[in-house]
DNA sequence: TCTGGGGTCCTAGGACCC
DNA sequence: TCTGGGGTCCTAGGACCC
C-alpha cells in the first residue's frame, strides 16, 4: 500500500470544564472556587472545575455523597442549566467561525477545525490566537490540539489541557518526537477507546497510543472491528475521518427523564409519558422529519430493592408522522400496554424511529401524507407561539399541569442569557 | 430523601426471497 | 446417507462518544 502524505491539519477545540466555566461567567466571585454541575433530578456531578478535580471529586458520582466536601472546601453546586449553556456554546461556535468557515460543530463544548489553510503559518501561534480571542469575547476557557487527523488532534488536546506548560495549546503536527509523545499517552485517552477495549488491549500488552498505532492491522480488525482499524490509521496519519460540516438529521430521537419523585399513579405517568412525546416530536418537526415508530418505556428504580419492573413496547404507525396529538396518542396506547400497578416507577421515556424527510414519504407522491395537511399548519402555529412566547405557552392537556413527577433543580442559576426575566443588572 | 440523558456506528444472526 | 446458496432487510446487542 503507498501511503499518501497527509496534507490535512485538524484542530479540536475544547472548552475547559465547560457547565462549570458558564456558570462562572457571569459569577466572578467564583473564580478559584471548586464547582460542581449535577445532572437532572440533581442527581450525579457531570461537570467539574479544576478546582474541584483537585479536591479528588471523581465524574459522575451521586451529588449527595460529596454535597459537603464540597461546601466545605468553599465550593458550590448548580443544577444543570442547559438553556444557559447552549446560548454560551453558540456564542463560541460563533467566534470559531470567524477563524475558519471549515468547522464541525461536534459537540455542545467541542469543534474540529480546518486549519489546512493556514499551513504557512505557526500553528501553535494560531491556537494561541483561538484561546485568546474565546476567552475575550465570551469569557469560556478553551483548549487546543492540533494534528493531521481528528483522532490525532483529540490526543493532541488531551496533552494541552494535561500540561500546564503548554498553555492550553499543543500540536502534534510534524512533531520532531511523535514516537515519545505517542508513547506518554495511554491507550484508554485516545478517542473511539472506551473501557472494553482498552482492558482488552492493554491485556495483550497494548498500553500507549505508540503501541496501538504499531499494532498488526489485520489483530487490529480481527478484534475491535472497521471501527479500530481506522483509529490506528489514523494515529499513524492517515484520515479515515473528514469534518462534517453539515449536521445530519437524526435517526433516532429519545426524550426520557427520571422522575423528582417515585410515581405510581398511572395519570401522573400519562402526563410524564404526554410530556416526553411532546419534546421529542418537536425537535423531529425541527429537523423536517417524520417518524414511523414509536417506542415507550419505562422502570422502576435499579437502585432501590423494592419490587424492579421495566419493559418497553414499539409500535408502527399508519403513516409516518410528526403531528403530536397522534404521537401522543399512540404512546399512551404503548404505556397502557406495559404499565403494571404496584410498582413505583422512578423513569420514563419515549422514542421516534423510521425517521425520514418530511416531504420523502407517501404512498403517493404527488400527495403527501403530512406536509399538505391541515395538521401540519397546526403544528407550525403551536411551534412558532411556543419559540415566541416560551416553551409550553400551548401545551396539551394530556401532559397536566402540576407536573408533580417533574426533575428537580433546586440549586439552578438563573438564565442570564435567553430570558429577560433573568438578566444581570449592575447596581 | 438523593445514582443523567441523548446520540452514533458496526456486527451477527434470523427471516425471507428467489 | 443425502438436506442449496446468495442476497437483502431487520433487529438486538455491544461498543463508543459527549
New binding site residues.
Partial sequence: MSIKPNSKIYALVDCNSFYASCERVFRPDLRGKPIAVL???D??I?ARSSELKELGIPM?????KYEEQILKAGGVLFSSNYELYADLSNRVMNVLEQFTPELEV?????AFLSLTGFKDRDLDEIGHEIVKTVFQWTGIPVSVGIGGTKTLA?LANHISKKYKKFNGVFSIYRHPKVDTVLDFVGVDK?????????RFLTQNGINTAKDLRDADSQWIRKYM???GSRTALELKGISCMDLDMVS?P?????????FGK?VSDYTELEEAVST?MT?ASE?LRYQKSIAS?VTVFLGT?R??STPQYSNSM?TKLHEPSAYTPELIRTALRLLQAIYRTGFKY??A?VMLG?IMNQYQVAPDAFEPAYVDDRRSTVMNTVDQVNERLGRDTLYYASCGKQQEWS?KREKLSPKYTTSWKDILTVK
Fill in positions: 445532572s437532572n433530578n442527581g450525579c457531570v459522575g458520582v451521586p451529588a449527595f461536534y459537540s455542545i463544548d467541542e483529540k485516545i478517542w473511539g477507546i472506551g473501557s472494553q477495549y482498552s472491528t472497521v471501527v445530519e437524526k435517526k433516532g430521537i429519545v426524550s426520557s427523564r427520571s417515585q416526553y419534546r425537535k415508530y428504580n437502585f432501590k414499539t422512578k423513569k421515556g423510521g426533575m
